[in-house]
């Protein structure tokens, strides 16, 4: 059964939803892995996280080994680790900086570009060893607005065009979301293990129906320490969701007030000494545009397959195995602002999202409610039908985005779009 599934993956796909076997099976794993995660441009990190000559960081592309490294030309690479001798690999830490990196096996040794440089006892070696059998690089790396992509296959269109004017013009709000000021990575990020699909976190990120259920305990104390009453966004008819080209999407509750963000911020415990702080190092002026971008941009933007981009975090979404995920979720400060107003970002962050946050742990709990549910193989579909037939065209530059309500399930209808084509061998090239 699975083999032939493989063989077909569009038969677990339909346009109202999926079948359990994406979420479950071992070989569809696999051929994600290799079909998805190998065939496209996939998320790296951002600039920031490695800005000298030799910094590095070490992470997985699908289940493949991968330092990302700028180079001592400047250049960033992403280098498959894994030594060309008997596969050990080259670099263990997991960020760091290193002129080059040396094999702890046999001692071989490679520059932080790639090339292979030592070998003990060359003697004894062919004299083109180190020709032939430098680190490999992947064919592509580029980077939009910060945030570095790589590819496997070399044949991918550039990342601007594979992103597309829907998805970028929201990234673009997103990293201007503080008065347009440069955003930096934090040094540490959360990354949290959970034992369920890759696929649930890719869905949930996009998802604006669950939020008032999921979250409920959540704007229920809001609402009892803001005195004001909560609306969230998915009573608003004209909240939407997105569904741009090659399964990238997003959720926009368009609200322009901040007020209900602002009054959440004042709840943390030594705000108003920080908001104080805030007042006098920028000035009456200003404040209240500081204030304003201090919560992020409110917009949830997902990058198929691993990006999302949530409140002020960059968020990678890392399967490692059919039932087991790294979800790393990374703070973005703002670089030169006042120490007050990255504190109040961060601690703002930490009220929702993180392990310990009052938020994100909700929806791993949802996850495992998913998995044990997904034991049931009677009924063997989920759905994703809310709003179907209800979208329209998006006049946003791309002819293939879609618009719906923010409770539609319209960012996920996307997303197994593209996960089709993908597994199907029906992207371009
Ligand atoms: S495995 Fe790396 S030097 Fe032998
Ligand atoms: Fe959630």
């Known amino acids: 059964m699975s083999q032939a599934v493989v063989a077909e993956p569009q038969r677990l796909v339909r346009a109202n939803g999926v079948h359990r076997d994406i979420y479950r099976d071992p070989d569809v794993f696999a051929a994600e892995m290799d079909r998805i995660f190998t065939r496209t441009w996939v998320y790296l990190a951002h600039e920031s996280e490695v800005p000298e000559n030799g910094d590095y960081l070490t992470l997985r592309i699908g289940l493949e080994p991968v330092v990302l490294v700028r180079g001592e030309d400047g250049r960033l ?33 490679y520059r932080n570009t790639g090339e292979l440089v030592g070998v003990p006892y060359p003697e004894r070696h062919s004299a ?17 607005r910060g945030l570095i992509f790589a590819s ?29 000021l440069p955003l930096v990575a934090h040094r540490q990020a959360h990354r949290i293990a959970m034992n369920a699909n890759w696929k649930l976190q890719v869905e949930n990120g996009l998802d604006g129906y669950h939020a008032g259920f ?6 229920d104390v809001m609402q009892r320490r803001t005195g004001s009453s909560v609306r969230y966004a998915s009573s608003l ?38 908001l104080d702080q805030l007042l006098a190092e920028v000035g009456e002026e ?11 941009a409110g917009i949830n933007i997902g990058v198929f397959p691993n990006l ?37 970002r961060l601690r703002y962050h930490e009220l929702f999202y993180g392990p310990a946050g009052f938020g994100q742990p909700d929806d791993f709990e949802m996850f495992d409610r998913v998995e044990t549910g997904l034991d049931a193989a009677h009924d063997g579909w989920l759905r994703f039908e809310r709003g179907l037939g209800e979208e329209t065209p998006a006049g946003d530059g791309d002819a293939d985005t879609v ?9 996920q209808r996307g997303q197994y779009r593209q996960w089709v084509a993908l597994m199907a061998g029906q992207v371009r090239p």
Request: with cysteine; proline share 8%.
């Open 128 to 144: 083109d060893v180190r020709e032939r059998l430098g680190l490999i690089s992947l064919p592509r790396v580029e980077s939009y």
């Open 237 to 274: 008819p004209t909240a939407t969701s997105r569904a741009f080209r090659n399964g990238h999407c997003a959720i926009d509750p368009e609200t322009s007030s901040r007020k209900p963000l602002i009054a959440r911020v004042r709840t943390l415990p030594e705000a108003t000494q920080r």
């Open 152 to 180: 496997f296959a070399e044949d991918v269109p550039p990342l601007a065009e594979h992103l597309g004017p829907g998805v970028t013009g929201y990234i673009d709000r997103f990293m201007d979301q503080c008065l347009g």
């Open 214 to 219: 999921t979250h409920r305990s959540f704007f």
């Open 403 to 411: 618009v719906g309500n923010v409770t539609d399930e319209t960012p």
């Open 77 to 109: 690479r992403a280098l498959v680790n894994r030594c060309r001798h008997r596969a050990a690999v080259v670099c263990e830490q997991p960020v760091g900086n290193a002129k080059s990196f040396r094999c702890q096996y046999h001692g071989w040794t």
């Open 308 to 344: 999302q981009l949530i409140g002020i975090h960059i968020r990678r979404i890392e399967p490692v195995a059919v039932n087991k995920t790294v979800v790393s979720v990374r703070p973005l400060l703002v670089e030169g602002a006042p120490e007050s107003l990255n504190w109040l």
């Open 286 to 296: 200003r404040f209240e545009d500081y204030l304003a971008g201090l919560p992020g």
